[in-house]
T-cell receptor, first 113, second 114 residues
Framework: DSGVTQTPKHLITATGQRVTLRCSPRSGDLSVYWYQQSLDQGLQFLIQYYNGEERAKGNILERFSAQQFPDLHSELNLSSLELGDSALYFC????????????FGPGTRLLVL | AQSVTQPDIHITVSEGASLELRCNYSYGATPYLFWYVQSPGQGLQLLLKYFSGDTLVQGIKGFEAEFKRSQSSFNLRKPSVHWSDAAEYFCAVVIKAAGNKLTFGGGTRVLVKP
């Protein structure tokens, strides 16, 4: 158990819908990262938050957004969903110093029908 | 282009045999280097990491990795594989000047034969 929790574990929805994925980091970790794992794109970094502020952005679509709340949990919002958004979405957390180990949650598996 | 390459998509190894997974990176400077393992239906677990110093790094579950600057490689090894090592293995880097995001290779799926 990494100490990072993600909910829900599975999500099935339809195209055009909007979903919210939630992540609680390990106690004491200020940074949260979101990654997407899909068959065609592999594991890709989406976005990082540090202590409530956006720190870095990767290959995140404009239809996707995220935020980190004062209690340090984070949410990833996916809207206008398309079939191709079906993937495993991971959250990771770390202390924040570059190179520090990122601890991954179990992931949320999203299926868009 | 900057990248992390794992040349082997699948590797099949007999239980008790040795295992080596290859990883090459293409960056101007030496990045931080990591190996993660993903068991079926699970998240990613860190096996080991290299920042600097001794180029042979010991990790969990009996794994080790060797950093070779001249070859831009960070290969993962285990002397004797157990059936529980069947999983997907990912090499990843952090570019020091680009924050702390992980850039992953495509992964190598390891199958263990009895």
């Amino acid at each position: 158990d990494s100490g990072v929790t993600q909910t829900p574990k599975h999500l099935i929805t339809a195209t055009g819908q909007r979903v919210t994925l939630r992540c609680s980091p390990r106690s004491g970790d200020l940074s949260v990262y979101w990654y997407q794992q899909s068959l065609d794109q592999g594991l890709q970094f989406l976005i990082q938050y540090y202590n409530g502020e956006e720190r870095a952005k990767g290959n995140i679509l404009e239809r996707f957004s995220a935020q980190q709340f004062p209690d340090l949990h984070s949410e990833l919002n996916l809207s206008s969903l398309e079939l191709g958004d079906s993937a495993l979405y991971f959250c990771a957390s770390s202390v924040a110093t570059p190179g520090e180990t990122q601890y991954f949650g179990p992931g949320t598996r999203l299926l868009v029908l | 282009a900057q990248s992390v390459t794992q040349p082997d998509i699948h590797i099949t190894v007999s239980e008790g045999a040795s295992l080596e997974l290859r990883c090459n990176y293409s960056y101007g400077a030496t990045p931080y280097l990591f190996w993660y393992v993903q068991s079926p239906g699970q998240g990613l677990q860190l096996l080991l990491k290299y920042f600097s110093g001794d180029t042979l790094v010991q990790g969990i579950k009996g794994f080790e990795a060797e950093f070779k600057r001249s070859q831009s490689s960070f290969n993962l090894r285990k002397p004797s594989v157990h059936w529980s090592d069947a999983a997907e293995y990912f090499c990843a880097v952090v570019i020091k000047a680009a924050g702390n995001k992980l850039t992953f290779g495509g992964g190598t799926r390891v199958l263990v034969k009895p």
